[in-house]
T-cell receptor
Framework: GDSVTQMEGPVTLSEEAFLTINCTYT??????LFWYVQYPGEGLQLLLK?????DKGSNKGFEATYRKETTSFHLEKGSVQVSDSAVYFC??????????FGTGTRLQVFP | NAGVTQTPKFQVLKTGQSMTLQCAQD?????MYWYRQDPGMGLRLIYY???????DKGEVPNGYNVSRLNKREFSLRLESAAPSQTSVYFC???????????FGQGTRLTVV
């Protein structure tokens, strides 16, 4: 079945470091891909999305490119801030079908 | 802007008790979802409803039932709670297409 695999955390970085969180997926078709972020004590919020191959989603300095050839959607940010500390979830969805999440990656940024 | 509202926020149950988690959205969304979040397991889909009147099983449906009462409301019922159902439960909704899903604040359930 369809699934999403994320790198295990926590990822620990100093402020202004470069961030990569890996995400790969298994899918029978061509889903849309998403990154969601969860701050402590809250529900998930959409960070960015891409709906077809080679699309790049971006928001708040974060970017991810939909790579069909490697079935990947890695999240990157050039310079992280303490306020980026959160749990990040990669997800996939087909049109009206279910929304499937990865296990989440905790990011901790220290000053 | 209410968005997705879940009740209750916290609940403690004894093993064998039953309860219903309520979820309502005011965005006229077609699709609604129930997830559970456990440490190291991410979000696992329990049930979802692609439209009013339809429900489908997700990854971990055993021990749960759902009702899509109308377009706004999607409830999750535990008929006989077990300690393995201790978790944080999230309800979510979206238009049904490849658009943003909106999440409630979660219900922290403890079964003792």
């Amino acid at each position: 079945g369809d699934s999403v695999t994320q790198m295990e955390g926590p990822v620990t970085l100093s402020e202004e470091a470069f961030l990569t969180i890996n995400c790969t997926y298994t899918a029978t078709g061509y889903p849309s891909l998403f990154w969601y972020v969860q701050y402590p004590g809250e529900g998930l919020q959409l960070l960015l999305k891409a709906t077809k191959a080679d699309d790049k989603g971006s928001n708040k300095g974060f970017e991810a490119t939909y790579r069909k050839e490697t079935t990947s959607f890695h999240l990157e940010k050039g310079s992280v801030q303490v306020s980026d500390s959160a749990v990040y979830f990669c997800a996939l969805k087909y049109n009206t079908d279910k929304l499937i999440f990865g296990t989440g990656t905790r990011l901790q940024v220290f000053p | 802007n209410a968005g997705v509202t879940q009740t209750p926020k916290f609940q403690v149950l004894k093993t064998g008790q039953s309860m219903t988690l309520q979820c309502a959205q005011d965005m006229n969304h077609n699709s609604m979802y129930w997830y559970r979040q456990d440490p190291g397991m991410g979000l696992r889909l329990i049930y979802y409803s692609a439209s009013e009147g339809t429900t489908d099983k997700g990854e971990v449906p055993n021990g749960y039932n759902v009702s899509r009462l109308n377009k706004r409301e999607f409830s999750l019922r535990l008929e006989s709670a077990a300690p393995s159902q201790t978790s944080v439960y999230f309800c979510a909704s979206n238009t049904g297409q490849n658009t943003e899903a909106f999440f409630g604040q979660g219900t922290r359930l403890t079964v003792v």
